[in-house]
């Protein structure tokens, strides 16, 4: 997997200024155990916090948006116009000032912006008479990485990535953002977990059974490789359990599955959720469960293509009611008929909530590692409908690679003989799903 960038690692600027610096105050004091933090909205007489074992002085420089046209200068007029402040520490025995900030520095020799800040540091530090520094962004990072998992939760809302997935999926809740996020996805998480929790292969009357009980993993090889994947720890064709790889061993994001009636689709897909969903589901329901254990757990959510094609028809996709008959709306404009926006309004059916926006979807996938199952695409069968959706599950996932961890696609569908559309093979890896044992006839379909 790889690394974010440095910058995307914490979410610094979610926190405001006033957490920001209650977070460096607290990671000031598992560095130095006689630091103290001083108090917010005050004067301060240019002090954020003092060490007066270490005779050491911080301030906190806060940027907006975590960048600066030009970081040097920035910070270079803050110690300006600190600088009577800073000769007066000096004159009262202070031997260190250091400067901390949520804005990232550049490493390149001399004319990087940490080497460039460091020269008018030392010029300082022989003018005012104290040793001077600078924290940069990385430097916190690097804090932030060793300190306890409850420092970290309690600045919840900066987090993203793995860090975030395991605060998501913990039992322990703080107030804010990311515990409003947090009660979102466990929500979904539930309401999916009840729609996928039971075999539907109604065919061998098998829809009563709970799939975690009958289902069995069959090995998969790979069928086509995707065209611009990279080659760099790829796997070969033989993948081993179908389920197993596309949880934990794959390395590529995007896989189409594709299988005949019967032979596994939507149960391997249901499978596949309900592993990762289980993270977030109250710690009874984990205990009792006999699903895989997922190192790297991802969010993960699960929706069908045929009810996708309907909806952006105009169809209410999401009135299960037997008594009326579905009344046709007016058909969505393209801006209205992303992924995105379906799975705003399936995951506020799902929730139970007012709304949901199509842009708290995308803040999900910035912020939290997920895996989307899109089931079913053969259910889309007029060929306008499915040009238009294959092109949806190709901008999403053109999208998604901005992310900091993109989310996993798999799209699940049966083999192809009639040349209608399919997501676009140059990012999609092939995988068959295959017939269960004959222990358990039917159940993979």
């Known amino acids: 997997m790889a690394v974010p960038e440095s910058r995307f690692k914490y979410l610094y600027e979610r926190l405001g200024d006033h957490d920001f610096q209650q977070l460096v105050g607290a990671l000031l004091k598992l560095q130095f155990t006689d630091f103290v933090p001083l108090p917010l909205r005050q004067k301060d007489g240019g002090r954020d916090g003092v060490d007066p074992s270490r005779l050491l002085v911080y301030q906190v420089k806060w940027s907006v948006n975590g960048q600066e046209k030009d970081p040097v200068s920035w910070l270079d007029a803050e110690i300006r116009g600190e600088s009577d402040k800073i000769k007066r520490f000096a004159a009262e025995g202070v031997r260190r000032y250091a400067l901390v900030t949520n804005v990232a520095s550049t490493a390149k020799p001399k004319t990087g912006t940490f080497d460039k800040l460091n020269a008018k540091l030392k010029a300082y530090s022989k003018e005012y008479g104290l040793e001077m520094s600078c924290l940069w962004r990385e430097a916190l990072n690097a804090m932030v ?27 322990h809740v703080e107030q804010g953002r990311a515990s409003e996020l947090r009660d979102l996805l466990r929500l979904v998480a539930a309401a999916q977990w009840r729609k996928d929790e039971r075999i539907k292969f109604s065919q061998v009357d098998l829809d009563r059974e709970h799939l975690a009980d009958l289902f069995v ?26 389920a197993e790889y596309l949880a934990s061993k794959s390395i590529h994001p995007f896989t189409l599955v594709l299988g005949a009636p019967g032979q596994g689709k939507s149960t391997l897909s249901q499978y596949v959720c309900q592993a990762f969903r289980i993270a977030f589901l109250p710690s009874q329901i984990r205990a009792a469960s006999s699903l895989p254990n997922i190192k790297e757990p991802r969010f993960p959510i699960r929706l069908d293509l045929g009810d996708y094609a309907a909806w952006i028809e105009g169809y209410d996709v999401f009135d299960e009611s037997d008594s009326t008959e579905l009344k046709k709306g007016r058909r969505r404009s393209a801006a209205q008929s992303t992924i995105e926006a379906f799975m705003a309004e399936l995951m506020a059916h799902a929730s139970g909530r007012d709304t949901v926006s199509t842009t708290e979807v995308q803040e999900l996938f910035q912020r939290v590692p997920s895996i989307v199952v899109l089931d079913g695409l053969d259910e889309v069968g007029n060929v306008a409908d499915r ?27 049966r083999p192809n003989s009639a040349g209608l559309p ?24």
Do not use: N
């Not at 060793?146 to 395991?166: F, H, N, Q």
């Not at 069928?223 to 359990?241: C, M, V, W």
């Not at 999403?396 to 989310?407: L, N």
């Open 217 to 242: 993993d069959v090995p998969a090889e790979r069928i086509h490789a995707a065209r611009r994947a990279s080659l760099d720890g790829a796997d070969g064709p033989e993948l081993g359990g179908a």
């Open 422 to 445: 399919e997501p676009d093979p140059d990012v999609f890896e092939t995988i068959p799903s295959l017939t269960a044992s004959a222990e358990t006839p039917g159940l993979s379909g």
């Open 387 to 413: 040009k238009r959706v294959i092109r949806e599950i190709d901008l999403f996932c053109a999208r998604g690679r901005s992310y900091t961890v993109g989310p996993k696609v798999i799209v699940t569908s």
């Open 145 to 171: 990485d060793s300190a306890p998992v409850e420092t970290k939760w309690a600045y919840a809302d900066m987090l993203a990535g793995w860090d975030l997935v395991r605060y998501l999926s913990s039992e």
